[in-house]
């Protein structure tokens, strides 16, 4: 059988039209502008309206990255929706989205890794098409975050917004130094649980529960494990850090993007950073930046991209590709 590649074809995202700027969140809770700034580097967010759902971003986003991959719905194959704020307990979202786009073959299915889920899903979409089960894949990470963060702690909801970023990878014959997923690296650990969770759920309180974390652990860990991640990936792969064109990490917070890019001797001027105007959109916040490089200009076909990210779990991961 013929050795297959996983080749992003299409890119998409979509924000709320709300957006919800530092001064007004200084209105809602004891901070300031400057106060967010200088501990995130944030300047604002996109809320989701009422009514507004996770497929509902996960749509227009999942559009935009069919069409710009040249293909149309019906094409598709398997859809992996990245989510921690699904709209049903069940069904899965994604099966939702496969319904919205008219798609009635192949499969869908939620993956669950909150911030890294967008690097899971795609790692196992990677995996599908390697072993030829799929040859259009679309991955979607799609989060409203605003539904579970608690707006009466300053500490948190300064941090999260909503959005999705898509995209579409097709399956090509494996070429040297040709596009495609080269590799992927995957972690957790779940003794790391109370630094950052959600305190419900359908089986331990029969509520959705709202997103609690300890910020100053996560950071340390989140500079850590992400630089590990960085490095064993390209170790894996025969790579240097030197030789990555574009780091897209996970917009998180600013401090954290620099403390990576600090110990791994990494310019500032190749890491993508869009947190400032989306804040930390979970699972949605790398395909977006994703997004915004490409669309841009700064990301172009044949550079060599390393994204990664750290979420509670903890899980944390990265995947080097060939755009």
Same mark, same amino acid.
């Given at each position: 059988?013929?050795?297959?590649?996983?080749?992003?074809?299409?890119?998409?995202?979509?924000?709320?039209?709300?957006?919800?700027?530092?001064?007004?969140?200084?209105?809602?809770?004891?901070?300031?502008?400057?106060?967010?700034?200088? @501990? #995130?580097?944030?300047?604002?967010?996109?809320?989701? !309206?009422?009514?507004?759902?996770? +497929?509902?971003?996960?749509? &227009? =986003?999942?559009?935009?990255?069919?069409?710009?991959?040249?293909?149309?719905?019906?094409?598709?194959?398997?859809?992996?929706?990245?989510?921690?704020?699904?709209?049903?307990?069940?069904?899965?979202t994604a099966t939702v989205l496969q319904a919205r786009l008219g798609i009635t073959?192949?499969?869908?299915?939620?993956?669950?890794?909150?911030?890294?889920?967008?690097?899971?899903?795609?790692?196992?979409?990677?995996?599908?098409i390697a072993r030829g089960q799929a040859r259009h894949a679309l991955v979607v990470?799609?989060?409203?975050?605003?539904?579970?963060?608690?707006?009466?702690? @300053? #500490?948190?909801?300064?941090?999260?917004?909503?959005? !999705?970023?898509?995209?579409?990878? +097709?399956?090509?014959?494996? &070429? =040297?130094?040709?596009?495609?997923?080269?590799?992927?690296?995957?972690?957790?650990?779940?003794?790391?649980?109370?630094?950052?969770?959600?305190?419900?759920?359908?089986?331990?309180?029969?509520?959705?529960?709202?997103?609690?974390?300890?910020?100053?652990?996560?950071?340390?860990?989140?500079?850590?494990?992400?630089?590990?991640?960085?490095?064993?990936?390209?170790?894996?792969?025969?790579?240097?850090?030197?030789?990555?064109?574009?780091?897209?990490?996970?917009?998180?917070?600013?401090?954290?993007?620099?403390?990576?890019?600090?110990?791994?001797?990494?310019?500032?001027?190749?890491?993508?950073?869009?947190?400032?105007?989306?804040?930390?959109?979970?699972?949605? +916040?790398?395909?977006?930046?994703?997004?915004?490089?490409?669309?841009?200009?700064?990301?172009?076909?044949?550079?060599?991209?390393?994204?990664?990210?750290?979420?509670?779990?903890?899980?944390?991961?990265?995947?080097?590709?060939?755009?």
């Amino acid at each position: 059988m013929t050795e297959l590649s996983s080749r992003i074809a299409g890119v998409g995202a979509h924000l709320p039209a709300r957006i919800l700027t530092n001064d007004e969140m200084s209105g809602m809770v004891d901070t300031s502008d400057a106060w967010i700034r200088e @501990r #995130t580097g944030i300047r604002q967010r996109h809320i989701a !309206a009422e009514g507004e759902t996770t +497929s509902d971003l996960a749509e &227009a =986003a999942a559009r935009r990255a069919i069409e710009q991959a040249g293909l149309k719905p019906e094409d598709i194959d398997l859809i992996i929706m990245a989510t921690t704020t699904p709209d049903f307990t069940f069904p899965a979202t994604a099966t939702v989205l496969q319904a919205r786009l008219g798609i009635t073959q192949g499969a869908a299915f939620d993956v669950q890794a909150v911030c890294t889920g967008f690097i899971y899903a795609l790692s196992v979409a990677d995996n599908f098409i390697a072993r030829g089960q799929a040859r259009h894949a679309l991955v979607v990470g799609a989060e409203t975050m605003s539904r579970i963060v608690d707006w009466t702690d @300053r #500490t948190t909801c300064v941090l999260f917004g909503d959005g !999705a970023g898509a995209v579409v990878l +097709s399956g090509e014959e494996k &070429a =040297a130094d040709g596009p495609g997923i080269l590799s992927t690296y995957l972690r957790s650990d779940g003794r790391y649980k109370d630094l950052l969770h959600v305190d419900g759920g359908p089986s331990s309180t029969q509520s959705v529960g709202l997103l609690r974390m300890a910020g100053n652990q996560v950071f340390r860990h989140a500079v850590t494990n992400i630089s590990e991640s960085m490095t064993t990936l390209c170790k894996r792969s025969g790579v240097k850090i030197a030789d990555i064109d574009w780091f897209v990490p996970h917009q998180a917070n600013q401090r954290i993007l620099e403390g990576v890019a600090r110990k791994l001797s990494i310019p500032s001027d190749r890491v993508i950073s869009t947190v400032a105007d989306h804040g930390n959109t979970s699972a949605a +916040s790398v395909p977006l930046a994703l997004d915004r490089a490409v669309e841009d200009g700064r990301i172009k076909r044949g550079d060599l991209i390393l994204m990664e990210a750290l979420g509670g779990g903890f899980t944390w991961g990265a995947a080097l590709v060939r755009y």
